[in-house]
T-cell receptor, first 115, second 115 residues
Framework: AQSVAQPEDQVNVAEGNPLTVKCTYSVSGNPYLFWYVQYPNRGLQFLLKYITGDNLVKGSYGFEAEFNKSQTSFHLKKPSALVSDSALYFCAVRDEMDSNYQLIWGAGTKLIIKP | DSGVTQTPKHLITATGQRVTLRCSPRSGDLSVYWYQQSLDQGLQFLIQYYNGEERAKGNILERFSAQQFPDLHSELNLSSLELGDSALYFC??????????????FGPGTRLLVL
């Protein structure tokens, strides 16, 4: 069965430091991977997605994510964190073998950037 | 702004009551998805409609129902409300029927409080 894990409920980073939010997945076929961000009292905003090709995907707000097939991971990264990056981050995956193409969501990781 | 609109933003009601949440997808999008986000359960997929027809069902209670109208807006009906139904309800839309590479775009959500 397809699944997504975000192993950290919360990540704390000092402003200006690099940040990583982890995501691992399990699917039968090739994965299609997504990152979304949810700011307080707002809806989810699409950040980036991996479909195929270059393992490093660049997205909105300076975020990027690295697809690693051997480790079945799709970690979200940013070289220099901003206080305004503090939010809830969700990873999601679709399995190309799933005829319904359902999007499977991780539980979310709260990112706190301290000044 | 994703282009997905939801009304109302907030809703306060009593147990046993019935409410209707409304969603208008992005212009040109044919699919609408409904999600429930509660504090302890993360993001739960409820149901998907594509061009007026039910396409996929997730963890939707029998007390809940949805429909998509010819103008592609969608309504989520919640009846016999219980305290545990208090949550954020999100609508998302996508262009087609949820293909593997499709991105879902989320509305701002409706916050439901059942007293």
């Amino acid at each position: 069965a397809q699944s997504v894990a975000q192993p950290e409920d919360q990540v704390n980073v000092a402003e200006g430091n690099p940040l990583t939010v982890k995501c691992t997945y399990s699917v039968s076929g090739n994965p299609y991977l997504f990152w979304y961000v949810q700011y307080p009292n707002r809806g989810l905003q699409f950040l980036l997605k991996y479909i195929t090709g270059d393992n490093l995907v660049k997205g909105s707000y300076g975020f990027e994510a690295e697809f690693n097939k051997s480790q079945t991971s799709f970690h979200l990264k940013k070289p220099s964190a901003l206080v305004s990056d503090s939010a809830l981050y969700f990873c999601a995956v679709r399995d190309e073998m799933d005829s319904n193409y359902q999007l499977i969501w991780g539980a979310g990781t709260k990112l706190i950037i301290k000044p | 702004d994703s282009g997905v609109t939801q009304t109302p933003k907030h809703l306060i009601t009593a147990t046993g009551q019935r409410v209707t949440l409304r969603c208008s997808p992005r212009s040109g999008d044919l699919s609408v998805y409904w999600y429930q986000q509660s504090l302890d359960q993360g993001l739960q997929f409820l149901i998907q409609y594509y061009n007026g027809e039910e396409r996929a069902k997730g963890n939707i209670l029998e007390r809940f129902s949805a429909q998509q109208f010819p103008d592609l807006h969608s309504e989520l009906n919640l009846s016999s409300l219980e305290l545990g139904d208090s949550a954020l309800y999100f609508c998302a839309s996508s262009v087609w029927s949820g293909g593997a590479m499709e991105t879902q775009y989320f509305g701002p959500g409706t916050r439901l409080l059942v007293l």
